[in-house]
């Protein structure tokens, strides 16, 4: 497969965390088409925000300045978190790799993507009281949420494994 245009000088700690923040990065693109292609199918009464919008809302709410934002505000902020979790978890993705000494397949990057989906809905988010655990939402959307987590799972290790091993 051809190599990504960036010419890696050395596998320098910053340069595995930034190559994977990227993939990270441009796997999101994908997931979050799945997820809102996967939104439009659910019942009326499960279409409420996705988790990602959820979040920002309760942690609006929790800071105080929910009434300041404006919708446009919000959905910003919806994006930049979203994107940015998909770096930050992309980054530690090829660390895993890099620190294995294992190669980027659609096998462990979908294990990667349903992982972050467990320790982040079952977990790190209710924990921080930014989105009820996965247990109180439909099973029409936690399969949801699972899919395009395969999704950003799949398209992560392709996005790695196309920047090669320098």
């Known amino acids: 497969s051809p190599n990504f245009p960036i010419t890696w000088c050395e596998n320098t700690a910053m340069n595995v965390l930034l190559k994977g923040a990227i993939a990270g990065l441009v796997a999101t693109i994908p997931m979050t088409l799945a997820m809102k292609a996967l939104h439009k199918k659910l019942p009326e009464r499960e279409r409420y925000p996705l988790p990602p919008r959820?979040?920002?809302?309760?942690?609006?709410?929790?800071?105080?300045?929910?009434?300041?934002?404006?919708?446009?505000?919000?959905?910003?902020?919806?994006?930049?978190?979203?994107?940015?979790?998909?770096?930050?978890?992309?980054?530690?993705?090829?660390?895993?790799?890099?620190?294995?000494?294992?190669?980027?397949?659609?096998?462990?990057?979908?294990?990667?993507?349903?992982?972050?989906?467990?320790?982040?809905?079952l977990g790190l988010l209710p924990a921080a009281g930014l989105l009820s655990p996965a247990t109180q939402h439909p099973a029409r959307r936690n399969a949801l949420m699972i899919a395009a987590h395969v999704v950003w799972g799949t398209a992560l290790?392709?996005?790695?494994?196309?920047?090669?091993?320098k």
Do not use: C
Request: aromatic letters at 10%; hydrophobic letters at 45%; proline letters at 1%.
């Open 157 to 165: 290790s392709g996005a790695v494994q196309s920047m090669g091993r």
């Open 54 to 121: 959820l979040s920002v809302e309760n942690a609006a709410d929790k800071a105080g300045v929910h009434d300041d934002l404006r919708e446009q505000d919000e959905f910003a902020i919806t994006l930049i978190a979203h994107f940015g979790y998909g770096a930050a978890t992309g980054a530690l993705y090829n660390a895993a790799i890099e620190t294995t000494n294992s190669e980027p397949t659609v096998a462990n990057g979908v294990a990667f993507g349903v992982g972050v989906w467990t320790l982040s809905y």
